[in-house]
């Protein structure tokens, strides 16, 4: 690729229409995902909220364990031979039995200590046949996942994004009826029917698309890859599987100290923030990783990417995040029932840290698009993960439910300088003038209305919110519109 062809690649115009792309798919999941989630707060309530919520962080915790870290390493080598049919071939080869054999320890894992998994989430033994059947959602999920990291080492982009919608529609047409019918106990269910959908539906995608004859094992051509998948896939593993332990420690010391109930609010409102935030957060994983992947031999040319990135995240995000700030008691009654508008300060403060988070995220590829394991290792898996379990359970003990909002706060700040001092010594980045003027105008907005919203009550807040809101969408707008007929 070309200095000219990499410089319209990283154009406001492409990383605008790469955001659109991607984010796109996730507007019509947000809507399906807030019909689903209002169903389940009417029929399980907070409480059961937060059993669903337990259930699914520790499968996930133990997906993480038992896949090494395969999907990002598999996206990798898979993209490095998607042009080279034999070599392909081989890196197909090599994987499949690997898949296997991580799908089937996770499953094993659930079938031999049912007891010891339900007593460590709930307290007691109550659950022991739930988590027996979670092995199947477990198996069906590594395999599944394995199979869209192919996908996505393809690039194919049209299968990715109908599999989330699938994935969506399974969650709404299957699990709430199981919700109604079984209670508490159709969670479990739901949530095996919904991995073996999206398995089978990326098995025949897969099918579809990839053309290529499946190659006996040869341990001098498929060791090597294994080998190299697993190196990285361990690094990788490591970040993913301490922050799913440290959200599961979160969720069980909650659940300790206040109940199921406190659990479902937290899981409710966390639940909600990702929902809107996957706009944009999507995008960057599936558009900007790549192109800062692309850029990274050139330090020059990476803090380009990476400032225009920030520029764009800042000018989305502030509007949608006040939005959701402002609208916060309307959002709980939509999308929960009113016995969740308990959880409304904790709303707003865990939209607020989103803000940052957005666009702290630019910063935090870098050290991974540049390779650096050891790094990756020390400041994301476990830095990063020791820190958000230190503050959130910190912020509980002192604040209550809401000192998780403030937690969240303080846990992206924190990082968010951490990164920038570690890039500007180690790569010599340097955030932009441009940049940094849009990332004083996203925090200070976002800030502002959050102190607004908290503090103040009656027609003047709603009159002051209202009216920073709309010059928000106005100045975002005119801003994005300006830069993208500029390119």
């Not at 005119?478 to 007929?485: A, E, Q, T, V």
């Amino acid at each position: 690729m070309t200095k000219d062809d990499k410089q319209s690649e990283n154009s406001f115009r492409n990383i605008l229409k790469g955001t659109s792309l991607f984010g796109g798919v996730q507007v019509f999941n947000i809507l399906i995902s807030a019909v689903r989630l209002k169903f389940v707060a009417v029929i399980l309530g907070p409480a059961g909220m937060g059993i669903a919520g337990l259930f699914n962080t520790a499968s996930l915790t133990i997906q993480q364990f038992a896949s090494l870290g395969l999907n990002l390493s598999i996206v990798k080598e898979i993209g490095r031979h998607k042009e080279e049919e034999h070599r392909l071939t081989d890196v197909l080869a090599a994987v499949r039995p690997l898949i296997l054999l991580s799908a089937t320890i996770g499953a094993l894992i659930c079938l031999l200590f049912p007891q010891l998994l339900s007593s460590i989430s709930f307290g007691s033994y109550t659950y022991s046949r739930s988590f027996m059947l979670l092995s199947a959602a477990v198996f069906f999920s590594i395999t599944g996942s394995a199979l869209m990291s192919v996908l996505q080492g393809l690039h194919a982009v049209k299968p990715l994004s109908k599999a989330s919608v699938v994935g969506s529609l399974v969650g709404l047409a299957i699990g709430v009826p199981l919700y109604w019918l079984l209670g508490t106990a159709g969670i479990v269910p739901a949530m095996v029917v919904l991995a073996i959908t999206t398995f089978i539906w990326y098995f025949i995608s897969l099918k579809r698309i990839l053309h290529v004859q499946s190659s006996r094992w040869d341990s001098e051509v498929h060791l090597p890859i294994l080998r190299r998948i697993i190196a990285m896939g361990i690094i990788l593993m490591s970040n993913d599987l301490f922050r799913n332990l440290a959200s599961y420690l979160i969720l069980i010391f909650i659940r300790s100290r206040g109940g199921t109930e406190e659990v479902g609010y937290f899981q409710s409102c966390n639940t909600m923030t990702s929902q809107y935030s996957a706009i944009v957060f999507t995008a960057m994983a599936m558009d900007y990783l790549p192109r800062l992947a692309s850029a990274s031999g050139d330090n020059a040319g990476m803090c380009t990417v990476v400032n225009r990135q920030i520029e764009i995240v800042g000018l989305l995000i502030s509007p949608i995040v006040c939005t959701v700030i402002f609208l916060a008691p309307w959002v709980i009654e939509i999308l929960q029932t009113e016995s969740f508008l308990v959880a409304v300060p904790l709303l707003r403060l865990l939209a607020a840290a989103v803000t940052i988070r957005a666009l702290m995220y630019p910063l935090g590829y870098i050290v991974f698009a540049k390779d650096n394991r050891r790094l990756f290792f020390w400041m994301e898996s476990v830095g990063a993960n020791v820190l958000t379990l230190l503050l959130t359970c910190g912020g509980y003990l002192l604040l209550g439910i809401n000192g998780l909002g403030y937690a969240a706060i303080a846990d992206c700040v924190i990082c968010m300088c951490v990164y920038t001092v570690v890039n500007r010594k180690l790569y010599g980045y340097k955030i932009s003038q441009t940049a940094n003027l849009i990332t004083i105008y996203a925090v200070t907005s976002t800030s502002v209305m959050t102190a607004l919203c908290l503090y103040m009550s009656g027609v003047w807040m709603w009159t002051v919110s209202s009216v920073l809101l709309g010059s928000l969408f106005l100045i975002s707008g005119r801003i994005l519109l300006k830069k993208f007929k500029a390119d």
